[in-house]
């Protein structure tokens, strides 16, 4: 080998190192930005295949460390493939379909995702619409509302702020005091029944 094929070849072996060592460090920033920050949650989404689906789409992989943090796949093995369609995916349960419609017991409703408590049984009315109707939630900074112009409408959007789970729709044709009507999935919402087992 002579001595300018010597220092090609040296020069296209460090070129080859120094990629492998970038895209090394690339694929451990992605692992490590994947579901929660703890150990034990990285290690459960890991065996759940949370590393593929956050190769594929990142923006599915919760990273905020004040919220519940989940990737599809830990999601879809924890909720119903109803809620997950609903709560996930922003669908919507058929009208006069759901478990809790015409629930008229005291308590509280709270997501069915991560149990965050939403909306108080005193708030609730009969809208007529076909979803469970709320004129309030139970603390203005447990749901977030976001601008959603889907469908062809423009609505606005409610979710849980603690697992950015959806939960239905806000409209401003509800009664006083708010004039508010929150018009939620039955399938996002669990029940705990004042002074119930779970109440506490
Ligand atoms: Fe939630």
Redesign the pocket.
Known sequence: MSGRMGRWVMIGAVIAVGIAFVMGAANTRAGGSCCSGTKDKAKSAASAGCGETLKKEPDNCLKDPEK?NRCDSEWKAELTPEQYRIMREKGTEPAFSGDLLQNKREGTYV?A????PLFDSGTKYDSGSGWPSFYAPLEDGNVAEHADDSHGMKRTEVL?S??D?HLGHVFNDGPEPTGQRYCINSASLDFKEKGGPEDK
């Not at 995702?113 to 965050?116: M, R, T």
């Open positions: 519940v997501c995702a991560c149990g965050q849980c603690r697992c789970a």
